[in-house]
């Protein structure tokens, strides 16, 4: 079972009490984007086999939306932090250099 903890209240919340928000750190697109723009931001989603960045709310919690960095083939966490984070702390990111030499960094 996957379990998060929460960056906002601390408590470490299994997945049952969790709500998925998909793929972090997207860049959205608004009024004037070119529909290519648009149907990238909608449909094209990295989905690697690896290292990932989700999005993720404390539904039956706190009820706010923070980030996650886990590996989606072993589903190991490597950390949370807050959802307006525009990238993961590096903090975060040494750690999951030090588990994953191979990691190429975030992009």
């Known amino acids: 079972m996957l ?3 929460c960056p ?3 408590v470490m919340a299994d997945e049952t009490e969790l709500s998925p928000g998909y793929e972090a750190h997207l860049k959205r697109f ?3 984007s070119s529909d290519q723009e648009f149907e990238d931001y909608m449909f094209a989603r990295k989905n690697p ?3 990932h960045f989700e999005r993720w709310r404390h539904a039956y919690g706190c009820g706010k ?3 996650a960095a886990r590996d989606t083939a072993t589903l190991e966490v490597f950390g949370t ?5 525009k990238a993961p702390p590096m903090a975060l990111q040494d750690k999951i250099r030090a588990r994953r030499p191979d990691w190429k960094g975030f992009a």
């Open 49 to 51: 086999k690896g290292v």
């Open 81 to 85: 932090y807050p959802a307006q984070s």
């Open 8 to 10: 906002y209240c601390g």
């Open 65 to 67: 939306w923070f980030l």
């Open 30 to 32: 608004g009024p004037g």
């Open 3 to 5: 379990i998060l903890e």
